[in-house]
């Protein structure tokens, strides 16, 4: 059972109650459903903004100079910074968690890093979710900060309403042919670090590629903001193209389609998720562990056994 | 109903068959699930091999030249390029499919590409269960070759035997933070352009980034290729290093046990992707789509919303 406190926190937006509803979503106990049930009749009011990009872009700074814009126009700012460890090294992959230690008494201000070790699914889940708990909250802006690698741009893309990919002169290369995936999901680009040496020819290259591309929403021309983070340079066009994307999504009704969209596809997941757990039960992965010898052995293909667990699952379904 | 001959051309490794199941596998159709129940007997003899890197690293030349070589050895190859189509371009990333046509009509050697807009996710079932109907056509090495962007690369180490990733001296800046996903997957490296400047630098960097890894098979210490794909260079020493790690896995009894996990896996996804496929019937896509409205404007939370598609489908299958 959860404290009527928890809410009147959150709704006051007290910042250590915001804390805890986050801890709760993030440990999936069954508080968590209980929680993001209760508190969904207050969500939908924040921006959601996506700030992508591969390691090193300055995705961080950046972030830290739009708050402090936002908190110059009287905006309240909510940050979750998704943070997939390296299974390689066990570190994080965003690298300066030390920060914005000037914002640790705003009350308007709120940053979360939120990291899993594996499965990146679990943790866009709980991104999506603790970002409910911001926006029932209050939080005028919801920023949601992730590396670039694998399938967390494209789980941020599915859950922002503008997303941003940060990209710098060095990332010329690896535009391309690999960023294939963060070219789809941008709403624009920032090319960081603008001031080094290759940042012309980073961004013609970035051009002749979005040249190429059918813009997804057909009014939007995809935009490329040149900025220097740690100098504050760019900042202010940044937080305009946001507003502008913001505005041309609310003029032509985008924004409800796309909140939409994103919406079904969470539902989706919600509901894999759910499904999966449930045939994942303790005594079929035995039963696996138990088969796996005669599929190995060419015995039983593994699509006869998958029929076979299937079968014992609806069967506990029926009962 | 599947005719007898398909069964019959596969097992004598007729290539116009082998196609043909290929092509039924890729199709996803009710005659997918039954040609590989039907060939599954005949599996588990080839020596499965997965190459991945990234774009330009020269997968391609080194998969040319390793075919070249186990031909020599009188081994038969089939090769299975998984293609991600880029969703930005339209185009394959993979880059230069056109190749070996001296292969044409060699009977011992097979290739298809495999490509597919859109979900990686299916493409590495397809991919697997293709590979499936060349084992059972008795070759005796399947190459596995992709490109290492997202998700496509780990489905390919989790079903293949040993995994090759190979590198170029420029992609020295990718490894440290971007490439953790590879690292992780490989069971050895090739640096590959190893006459280009900067290769030794390069290869000095991935060692001490190995260095600080665990390695997750203790004894089997990740070795470092050093090769010229295109002056076949270092092939030798390729084909040497998979036959050492085969070895390895081999004597340890690790086979047998990465078998069963990647096919513990393979068995897992199977019965994810049916039970997706099931509660996703149209009735319920209807329901979602006429229900998510009231999610969007706040009334029903999107937990609420699953847990009745979930009892829907339930009542369904309990009828």
Redesign the interface.
């Known amino acids: 059972m959860l404290d009527k406190k928890i809410f009147d926190g959150i709704f006051k937006r007290d910042k250590r109650f915001v804390s805890r509803a986050i801890s709760i979503v993030e440990s999936s106990e069954v508080n968590s459903?209980e929680l993001?049930?209760q508190i969904?009749?207050?969500?939908?009011n924040a921006y959601r903004i996506g700030i992508t990009g591969?390691?090193?872009a300055g995705k961080s700074t950046i972030t830290n100079q739009l708050i402090k814009l936002f908190r110059k126009q009287n905006k309240s700012v909510g940050v979750i910074a998704v943070d997939p460890t390296?299974?390689?090294?066990g570190g994080a992959?965003l690298g300066d968690r030390v920060r914005m230690n000037d914002s640790h008494n705003d009350p308007d201000v709120f940053i979360r890093s939120m990291a899993t070790r594996g499965s990146l699914g679990g943790l866009s889940k709980k991104t999506i979710d603790a970002a409910d708990v911001l926006d029932a909250a209050g939080f005028d802006y919801i920023i949601f900060e992730t590396v670039g690698?694998?399938?967390s741009e494209l789980d941020i893309a599915q859950t922002a309403d503008s997303t941003i990919v940060v990209l710098v002169p060095?990332s010329g290369?690896?535009i391309q042919?690999?960023k294939?995936?963060l070219?789809?999901i941008a709403d624009f680009f920032v090319m960081n670090k603008s001031d080094r040496p290759g940042a012309e020819n980073a961004i013609s290259a970035l051009k002749t590629?979005l040249s190429?591309?059918d813009n997804h929403s057909r009014d939007w021309g995809i935009e490329i903001v040149q900025a220097v983070g740690t100098e504050n340079k760019g900042i202010s066009e940044i937080a305009d193209t946001i507003q502008k994307h913001k505005n041309f999504l609310t003029s032509t009704n985008l924004l409800?389609e796309k909140?939409?969209s994103n919406?079904?596809l969470?539902?989706?997941n919600?509901?894999?998720e759910?499904?999966?757990h449930e045939?994942?039960a303790d005594d079929r992965i035995d039963f696996?562990?138990e088969s796996?010898?005669s599929?190995?052995?060419?015995?039983?293909?593994?699509?006869?056994?998958?029929e076979e667990?299937?079968k014992k699952y609806?069967l506990d379904?029926?009962q």
Do not use: C
């Open positions: 459903v993001l049930k969904h009749s207050k969500t939908g591969p390691p090193g390296s299974p390689f090294t992959l690698v694998g399938q060095e290369d690896a042919a690999m294939a995936g070219m789809e590629i190429l591309k409800t909140r939409k919406m079904k969470r539902i989706r919600i509901i894999d759910k499904l999966r045939i994942w696996l562990n796996i010898g599929v190995i052995s060419a015995k039983v293909s593994p699509y006869q056994l998958s667990i299937i609806k379904i029926a």
